[in-house]
């Protein structure tokens, strides 16, 4: 070993690069920050065992295609699954060419956003988005603005007057993002009548409508709405989903569906080939036995687990002011407490004392929230999510929001 | 669904994006064109049987980190195993928090590529280099420059020559990249003298050096030479490498090793979590077990393969003028033909006749190599190489280039 002084890399780094640290990941007692889904479900004999039998009745070709780099696209025999899957569940009429497989819809919304945003064009969300989408919308440095929303999401009229203000502005925007089923922070779902009337807006003004449908899967109450995506073809719709919560996010296994010149352009930013072949088989043949009978699993489970949630907040926080929201799916319940009650700036402190939440800034394009929290109902048991909320009213108590 | 016209993206394009059409991959009958490792020693039992006693012997934990998203720099497990194998095979000092794992090693040459690299910038490579490489250099828009090389890779004093040139010219180079053991494409290892030397000229220069040891693990011939980061432990190098060659690249699992200050500006480029944590438990457990039988498996297969289509060479192209390198491990042997001979344009005319290679243009910074091709010789059968190299020469000689 040469030993050198250490080699100073400061005026060499690109002017795009920034310093990013680790974020050290930490979790409270009763761990309501996180976005996981129920592991107690989480199937990896499932998984292993589907692995097994592809090798067992295929193998050669197995390793042939494990030999090879993916397609760009992804596993053909998953897309092909997912093609099956889109019409079966939610209408929507795609083969399997036009499906791309992603390392987690993560890298479907960054390939997409990159696709179309310059830096400084106007992407609306809703008012309070799913943090990683905000996050790249941030690094690609569009300007991220929340439209209004109600317990429903989306408020078709005021989504055309925030693009009217905008536009009169200088500022049109230039597409839309939205999770319309079991929404990423707030758990809403959007009527299809909404959905109806967002789509004449969005033609209106040419604005294309990303929506992503990651928590599709889980619903234990209500009905799916129809997907943007089955009730217009036209390719202004790009359909974003995954298999994180559905299976595992240990998987990295999400897609999107756009029209084909959107997707030649998204593809321009993809660096090497698709996502993990192991993981593909896995899913692949572990869905096509089980799909049904892994949603009959789970679903009853995140109900009850949402359900204490829900008891937990309605035994310890009656008179408080504040709101949950009553999801009928997903991974989510949104706290409001009321106006002025800043529960962003005790979060340390309230962690500290067991529970753990992200706090409503980090949802928020506008920079509010600071009276809200998404609190994960879906990774925590039952019983410890009914004694988290005990837990929670009695440190806002002790610190004063409450 | 509601009859639409077609929905016009045109003027909503980013202006970074590009049509990215997907290429076709097509296999000739004797396909030396690809990259791939010997199918024959893919071992999916092997993993899938790691899977396993992963979750029988501690299922709890595997259910909770599955449900997690993987650690943005990857597995723990799979970092504490390589950073044991960096030590043991390379003599590399890095503990497990300073590897990042990524989806192949792809992803790892992109994130440092972006954080090093503003376009317009100078990068060296190899005379001949990985067109993996090539292509996403050439993507974030840097100036490559191919530096000579002989048998046995990069020639110092010529690379030193090729700085200063550069230099006087207004084009000072900013970074190295090598593939210094059993070179893709070439196939050179590159000596430990020359290895002292380039770090020296490095130093002076003040050029970082990315060493991609994909080809590691592979070597039925001769030794592997230390590595530059086992050399030098300023920080000025840069070490890559993956498990796609070693087990399988549908794993998508390799990785980077650099100065930390580096290694935070490369993950500002990084989109989502860290890599598959289902194909990691996999890839650990297996290696743990198994690391240097799988070795002993298929070197030997790969050193009959090689040594197959060396004899093809030597039967059929004898007084041709051509030369094809012995590489010492790898999966690659470079073809020269005399001078003149352009084996590039004839390369489709050659694939519709039997025989797939890539010319050498794919791999050349200095849009030369229209007399050169890579030969993968890992994937076919000893037999088929054999045969390949008689069909090749036959080819050849039927397109007027021997």
Redesign the interface.
């Known amino acids: 070993?040469?030993?050198?002084?250490?080699?100073t890399?400061d005026s060499?780094?690109?002017?795009?690069?920034?310093?990013?640290?680790?974020?050290k990941?930490a979790h409270a007692k009763y761990d309501f920050a996180?976005?996981?889904?129920?592991?107690?479900t989480?199937p990896?004999?499932g998984?292993?065992d589907a692995?097994?039998a592809k090798?067992d009745s295929d193998?050669?070709r197995?390793?042939?295609?494990?030999?090879?780099?993916?397609?760009?696209?992804g596993s053909p025999e998953l897309r092909e699954f997912t093609s099956e899957k889109l019409k079966a569940d939610r209408d929507i009429d795609v083969d399997a060419d036009g499906i791309v497989l992603t390392?987690?819809s993560?890298?479907a919304i960054?390939l997409l956003i990159?696709?179309?945003?310059?830096p400084g064009?106007v992407v609306l969300t809703e008012r309070y988005v799913y943090g990683?989408t905000l996050t790249?919308l941030q690094k690609f440095e569009a300007d991220v603005v929340g439209a209004p929303i109600d317990e429903l999401g989306l408020i078709p009229d005021a989504l055309e007057e925030t693009i009217k203000r905008l536009t009169a502005e200088g500022r049109k925007p230039?597409?839309l993002y939205t999770i319309s089923e079991n929404q990423n922070p707030t758990g809403s779902t959007l009527p299809e009548s909404r959905r109806?009337e967002i789509?004449d807006i969005c033609?209106r003004h040419?604005l294309?409508i990303m929506e992503d449908e990651c928590y599709i899967d889980l619903r234990f109450d209500g009905e799916a709405q129809p997907a943007f995506r089955?009730?217009?073809?036209?390719?202004?719709v790009m359909h974003v989903a995954s298999y994180?919560k559905l299976i595992?996010?240990?998987?990295?296994m999400g897609y999107f569906v756009a029209?084909p010149?959107?997707t030649?352009?998204?593809?321009?930013?993809?660096?090497?080939?698709g996502?993990?072949?192991?993981?593909a088989y896995?899913i692949t043949g572990f869905l096509k036995e089980g799909l049904q009978r892994h949603r009959d699993t789970f679903n009853p489970l995140l109900k009850e687990k949402s359900d204490a949630m829900q008891r937990g907040f309605a035994d310890h926080f009656a008179d408080s002011g504040a709101t949950l929201s009553k999801p009928e799916g997903g991974c989510y319940a949104w706290l409001t407490m009321p106006e002025g009650k800043d529960i962003s700036s005790i979060r340390d402190e309230v962690f500290e004392g067991g529970v753990g939440y992200l706090a409503g800034p980090n949802f928020a394009p506008n920079d509010d929230g600071q009276n809200c929290a998404r609190l994960c109902f879906a990774?925590e048991t039952a019983e410890k999510n009914y004694d988290g909320m005990a837990l929670l009213a009695q440190l806002f108590r002790k610190h004063g929001v409450m």
């Open positions: 070993m040469t030993t050198t002084q250490k080699f890399y060499l780094f690109s002017e795009r690069s920034e310093d990013t640290p680790v974020r990941v996180v976005a996981y889904p129920a592991p107690e989480l990896m004999y998984l292993i692995l097994k090798v193998g050669e197995v390793a042939k295609e494990m030999a090879y780099y993916p397609h760009v696209f390392a987690g993560g890298e960054a990159q696709a179309l945003t310059n064009d990683g790249q230039k597409w109806r789509l033609h040419g294309p089955a009730l217009d073809d036209s390719g202004i994180s595992a996010p240990g998987l990295r029209s010149e959107l030649s352009r998204a593809m321009s930013f993809k660096h090497g080939s996502p993990n072949q192991f993981a896995a990774f």
